[in-house]
């Protein structure tokens, strides 16, 4: 797939549910793909307030790689705290489905078959759906009859769980990660952060573990990649002064009489040449170098390992492009720095190539 990765975000948050923070997760996903190696091959698209009428129209104009539904689920209870809603009378049996919008902006649902029956129909461009409301996982299985990738919820989830799981999600995906990687990655990410809902996301895939945008491969009409062309030597300068017959030429070789048609010239030729950016050169050599040390040391997991070996091929790709994005690098050697701090083994070199990149034409 050489194209733009579409990601269609459909937020739902009723009027008679609780208040959600749909926004900040938008952001926080619009952030990471800025932020993201290959954020030139996606492209996220927000629907709001989503109805059921909207959810079709939506899926044909768009026709996305990535349905990413963000809203309430049904569950015992309606809880400010969590994704989960049931605005049915408590002794009436459970429901099941996602909750979209009637035209009154109330809370009503699709029901399990129908999402089914509808993603059967776009088999051929949805690659993975993402379920981000409580209780979804039933509706996220129907899905994976006819989808590769689906995640869904096993019980209910809380906003800040809900918000992380898809901030990594998508950072993992926009550097090329694998379904599989991005979804361990977020779960990790709930446990780093101390939420205590890692175990409630539930992956259905039959990707496996490969890039499956290959966006990794640069497009057939892409231009290819920019290094700095190492500078070329100037025209030789010359000096001369004529006494008679004879022509002395300024040089640091040397003088070498010639004689030619009766005169003789004594010609010195001084060469003048502009030398390459060392400092420059010097600070992709430690990048190199820093990557072997991270892969070859036994202090970071592979999780850290791999985020390390990504943010340093991010600063090789933007320190040899013509005009370098400044902020972008500096906010890359500060993550790296913050990363490797406490490994003092890996922290002195990040700390040289600091400084290389200060010395040379980027600093």
């Given at each position: 797939m050489n194209s733009k990765i579409k990601i269609l975000v459909l937020a739902v948050n009723p009027v008679n549910t609780s208040q959600l923070r749909l926004d900040e997760e938008v952001r926080s996903i619009?952030?990471?793909?800025?932020?993201?190696?290959?954020?030139?091959?996606?492209?996220?698209?927000?629907?709001?307030?989503?109805?059921?009428?909207?959810?079709?129209?939506?899926?044909?104009?768009?026709?996305?790689?990535?349905?990413?539904?963000?809203?309430?689920?049904?569950?015992?209870?309606?809880?400010?705290?969590?994704?989960?809603?049931?605005?049915?009378?408590?002794?009436?049996?459970?429901?099941?489905?996602?909750?979209?919008?009637?035209?009154?902006?109330?809370?009503?649902?699709?029901?399990?078959?129908?999402?089914?029956?509808?993603?059967?129909?776009?088999?051929?461009?949805?690659?993975?759906?993402?379920?981000?409301?409580?209780?979804?996982?039933?509706?996220?299985?129907?899905?994976?009859?006819?989808?590769?990738?689906?995640?869904?919820?096993?019980?209910?989830?809380?906003?800040?769980?809900?918000?992380?799981?898809a901030r990594v999600f998508y950072q993992a995906l926009a550097r090329g990660d694998s379904f599989n990687f991005a979804y361990q990655l977020a779960r990790n990410s709930l446990d780093l952060h101390s939420i205590p809902e890692s175990l409630t996301p539930v992956l259905d895939n039959r990707r496996g573990s490969d890039d499956p945008f290959n966006i990794k491969t640069p497009p057939p009409d892409s231009d290819p990649p920019v290094t700095v062309p190492a500078p070329q030597p100037k025209p030789p300068v010359k000096q001369s002064q004529t006494f008679g017959n004879i022509t002395f030429s300024g040089s640091n070789n040397p003088l070498n009489a010639i004689q030619s048609t009766g005169n003789v010239n004594v010609t010195q030729t001084n060469t003048q040449t502009t030398g390459g950016n060392t400092d420059l050169e010097a600070a992709l050599d430690a990048l190199a170098k820093l990557k072997k040390q991270v892969a070859a040391t036994d202090g970071l997991s592979t999780f850290t390992k791999k985020d390390t070996e990504s943010k340093i091929e991010m600063l090789e790709e933007e320190l040899q492009k013509p005009k370098p994005d400044k902020s972008f690098i500096n906010e890359v050697v500060d993550a790296l720095k913050q990363g490797l701090q406490e490994l003092l083994t890996l922290a002195e070199p990040v700390a040289k190539v600091e400084a290389l990149i200060v010395k040379a034409w980027v600093g």
């Open positions: 619009q952030e990471e793909l800025e932020r993201a190696k290959y954020r030139d091959r996606f492209e996220l698209i927000s629907q709001w307030a989503v109805r059921v009428r909207d959810l079709s129209r939506a899926l044909l104009d768009h026709k996305p790689h990535i349905v990413h539904f963000s809203g309430h689920g049904t569950g015992s209870q309606d809880d400010s705290t969590t994704r989960k809603l049931s605005p049915f009378p408590e002794d009436a049996p459970e429901p099941e489905g996602l909750v979209l919008e009637d035209d009154q902006g109330r809370a009503t649902l699709v029901s399990t078959d129908a999402l089914a029956g509808l993603f059967k129909l776009l088999e051929n461009d949805v690659k993975c759906v993402v379920l981000n409301a409580c209780y979804s996982e039933m509706q996220a299985k129907a899905i994976h009859q006819h989808i590769d990738c689906v995640v869904g919820m096993n019980k209910a989830i809380g906003d800040r769980a809900a918000i992380e799981f």
